[in-house]
């Protein structure tokens, strides 16, 4: 077992960072009802797909008619639709599902069957959540930069952007001591974050939908570098039977996360789920605007 998780517990301020911790209820509330969405629609894709091949039991029905021969397929066809909206139905036949052995004649039947049985089920059925919150990266949708930016893919994903911001944003907020200011820079870390990866994707990068407040959370991380760099950073840390409290200088302990996913993003060996431009740039943002604006003309209040 191996863990290294930071924790810097806002203990000993005059206030307490109300708006951390805002942002963080938001973000657990809007993922409650992403969980709900998807087990409903879950449930809706099933019965879906249960009548639709019950109905194909007593019918003689095409071999490229897929969704109604395999209820698992059609099953995952949906939701992959759902999750997908960027792709056509060829993109995501040719993308998630092995058919390399048809032709494209025979795709562009299967795809045509697919889009009737896909407008059924979108026509009564529950839809996917996620794809009114996403940030597609051809978009430049702002409404969307901060709709995807407080909901996750996942609980492992809340909970580490969870974990990371609390250790990091509660001092940044405190320190700046003015509201209006930390929602600045959270926005300008949205922004920044999803512009950043929207140019990636137009010089050929992977264009996938984002989702997550990771972006916010490096810039955090990097404000917390620049505007406190020899302040600790408590660590805990779990190797097999060895488990200690290390205390960091926020500087090291920064570059260390952010030069990690550097490394990654340049040699292309990181999670292909992981969005590493916007883990980079919103480090990289945070930093300087911490290092070169805020530390030179921003007076804290006493």
């Excluded at 490229?64 to 397929?73: A, P, V």
């Excluded at 974990?163 to 509660?170: C, D, E, K, T």
């Excluded at 300008?188 to 984002?210: C, K, W």
Aim: hydrophobic share 50%; charged share 15%.
């Amino acid at each position: 077992m191996f863990l290294i998780i930071p924790y810097d517990p806002p203990a000993g301020f005059k206030q307490l960072p109300y708006l951390s911790y805002l942002l963080l209820l938001i973000c657990v509330v809007v993922f409650y009802f992403q969980h709900q969405n998807v087990k409903t629609m879950s449930t809706d894709i099933d019965s879906f797909c249960q009548q639709l091949s019950k109905i194909s039991v007593n019918e003689n029905i095409n071999l490229l008619d897929k969704m109604r021969s395999d209820e698992l397929l059609c099953s995952l066809m949906i939701k992959r639709l759902e999750q997908r909206p960027d792709l056509t139905i060829v993109e995501v036949i040719h993308q998630y599902f092995w058919f390399e052995d048809h032709s494209r004649q025979q795709i562009e039947t299967m795809a045509g069957y697919i889009q009737q049985h896909y407008k059924r089920y979108a026509k009564n059925n529950t839809r996917y959540l996620n794809k009114q919150l996403m940030y597609y990266p051809d978009t430049l949708d702002v409404s969307k930069m901060f709709s995807a930016s407080f909901a996750h893919a996942d609980g492992w994903h809340l909970a580490g952007n969870i974990i990371f911001m609390l250790a990091f944003a509660p001092a940044v907020e405190i320190f700046l001591a003015r509201a209006w200011l930390f929602l600045l820079l959270v926005s300008v870390s949205i922004v920044t974050t999803m512009i950043s990866y929207s140019v990636s994707v137009f010089l050929g990068g992977d264009s996938l939908p984002a989702l997550g407040l990771s972006g916010v959370v490096m810039a955090m991380m990097g404000l917390y570098a620049a505007l406190m760099p020899k302040k600790k950073i408590r660590l805990f840390v779990w190797l097999l039977t060895y488990i200690r409290n290390w205390y960091v200088p926020a500087w090291v302990l920064v570059a260390w996360y952010i030069g990690l996913d550097f490394i990654d993003l340049i040699l292309g060996t990181g999670n292909a789920s992981i969005n590493l431009i916007a883990h980079v740039s919103g480090g990289v943002t945070g930093f300087l605007i911490g290092y070169f604006i805020i530390k030179k003309y921003y007076q804290p209040k006493n």
